[in-house]
């Protein structure tokens, strides 16, 4: 479960009862690092809350404003 509280890591969302950020993951995974080493690295994290913060960044993506990036 993905929360956000503002005593935590300035109300980054994060996965519940952690300090991981969804950011931290969503960097992980865009920088090619797989799922496996992503959890041996972060031994309170589980499958479901990877799941948890890409399903957070859909949402966050499609409830907002998706500017173009110049390229």
């Keep these: 479960m993905i929360v956000s509280d503002p005593t935590i ?3 980054k969302p994060v ?3 952690t300090r ?3 950011e931290l993951i969503l960097e ?3 920088s090619g690092e797989p799922e496996e080493q992503i959890l041996a690295a972060h031994p309170r994290l589980a499958r479901e809350d990877i799941a948890a913060a890409l ?3 859909a949402d966050a993506i499609r409830a907002d ?3 173009p990036v110049a390229t």
């Design 9 to 11: 890591l300035a109300g």
């Design 15 to 17: 996965v519940q009862g």
């Design 20 to 22: 991981i950020s969804v």
């Design 28 to 30: 992980k995974l865009a």
């Design 55 to 57: 399903a957070f960044a």
């Design 65 to 67: 404003v998706v500017y």
